[in-house]
Structures are given as structure tokens and as C-alpha cells.
């Protein structure tokens, strides 16, 4: 809960976030229903809500995994995005599902010092 608020605070002013408070809102509900865990500990706390203009993505990485039920998070894409962009969310989270595999893909992407060391380690990013 703490990550994913830290998460949410990143977003306060972006001007694709109409209402922080309705995203927050929807990212939680969303995390009570079905909490979206990956293997190798990846999170994708998300939500589609009119509360976001366009398609928004908060990345964290947890150099010290953070427990969550049995799985150990260390690695977090939170997501909003528009009721209507569909399709987006959609290739967003396939993108993800299909790129992010892996305990030393994820070691390397938690590793990273800055925004181009992380996006460089995703397969073809050269």
C-alpha cells in the first residue's frame, strides 16, 4: 500500500490526471479484487477510469523486495488509463507480460541508475 501511494504521488499535478483522489480510488479496488502479481515479482497495480486523460505509467524498482502475500515485489508499473483506451492498456500490459521475464532481466531493470539504463534493458531497446 505504501509503495503504490508513493507511486500515486508521483502522479499529483501530471496533467494527464483529471482526479487523483478517483485514481487512487480505482488503482486500490482494483488491487482488493485481483491483485495483479507477476512471477519474478512484478506488480501492475492499474485501473481504467476517466480520472486520467491518457494512458499514464509510474515505475518503481525495490532494490529490497518488498513481501507481498508469498511473493516478494521488486518491481512495480502502476497504470491508468482512460475507459476508452482499451487498446492501449492492452498492448501496455501484453508489452509487459511478454518483455519483463525473468530473474535476471528484472535484477538488471532494478539495478538501473537512471530512466535510459532501465528502458535499455528491455530485449531489442538498443
Known sequence: IEAIEKMLGALKGHPSVIDLAALTSVIFERQKE???IFPGGIAFPHGRTNSVRSLVLVTA???EPI???ETPIRLIFLIGVPKLAITDYLEMTSFLARHV?????VDRLVQANDLSS???EFPGAA
Not at 101 to 105: A, F, H, K, N, Y
Open 118 to 120: 532501465f528502458l535499455g
Open 101 to 105: 521475464q525473468g530473474v535476471e532481466l
Open 67 to 69: 513481501p507481498f502475500r
Open 61 to 63: 524498482t525495490c532494490p
Open 34 to 36: 485481483d491483485p495483479p
